[in-house]
T-cell receptor, first 113, second 112 residues
Framework: EAQVTQNPRYLITVTGKKLTVTCSQN?????MSWYRQDPGLGLRQIYY???????DKGDVPEGYKVSRKEKRNFPLILESPSPNQTSLYFC????????????FGSGTRLTVV | SQQGEEDPQALSIQEGENATMNCSYK?????LQWYRQNSGRGLVHLIL?????REKHSGRLRVTLDTSKKSSSLLITASRAADTASYFC????????????FGAGTQVVVTP
């Protein structure tokens, strides 16, 4: 089944403890992206990647890192999480920058205390 | 802003009724896409309409596009409780390569 898989589904962590949210897709998509969703603010793009080793900042990149060493994987790294990064995170992938539409993962609900 | 703006913000209807929501955007588009999000779940791509199309159907969904008014509408016919979700329109801009922004969405509640 074609899908985008995020892990973990839920995560509670403490301020300052480095964490990684993984994202993997099995559709051979070139394009991958991370979003966060917060009440009243909608979905905001954090980072995106047009292909392997090519990444760029979205609208809210501060406090996050990404890497794209393989086509299928696009992990989101929080080097020193803070409570304002408590959010619902989504990974998405597509052909050709989303012109044909995105496939989204199921989301990761992160709580930083 | 590159995002679409959905209207109304919220819509409450009964099962069997039709639900209509609108989307406005500001610049030239390659296409316009509609997504659905059930509460707390991932977004699902519903339908895409190209800039040279005026209407498109998919099952109970009907999408229209008026590029002269920079607007689109999504009609869900014969609504079901399972249609309860937030709906987002995303204008895919001609030069937006990589940037893909979502608005606040229309929250639809379908009651039995």
């Amino acid at each position: 089944e074609a899908q985008v898989t995020q892990n973990p589904r839920y995560l509670i962590t403490v301020t300052g403890k480095k964490l990684t949210v993984t994202c993997s897709q099995n559709m051979n998509h070139e394009y991958m992206s991370w979003y966060r969703q917060d009440p009243g603010l909608g979905l905001r793009q954090i980072y995106y990647s047009m292909n392997v080793e090519v990444t760029d900042k979205g609208d809210v990149p501060e406090g996050y890192k990404v890497s794209r060493k393989e086509k299928r994987n696009f992990p989101l790294i929080l080097e020193s999480p803070s409570p304002n990064q408590t959010s619902l995170y989504f990974c998405a992938s597509s052909w050709t920058g989303g012109v044909q539409g995105y496939t989204f993962g199921s989301g990761t609900r992160l709580t930083v205390v | 802003s590159q995002q679409g703006e959905e209207d109304p913000q919220a819509l409450s209807i009964q099962e069997g009724e039709n639900a209509t929501m609108n989307c406005s955007y500001k610049t030239s588009i390659n296409n316009l896409q509609w997504y659905r999000q059930n509460s707390g779940r991932g977004l699902v791509h519903l339908i895409l309409i190209r800039s040279n199309e005026r209407e498109k159907h998919s099952g109970r969904l009907r999408v229209t596009l008026d590029t002269s008014k920079k607007s689109s509408s999504l009609l869900i016919t014969a609504s079901r409780a399972a249609d309860t979700a937030s709906y987002f329109c995303v204008p895919y801009l001609t030069d937006s390569w990589g940037k893909f922004q979502f608005g606040a969405g229309t929250q639809v509640v379908v009651t039995p």
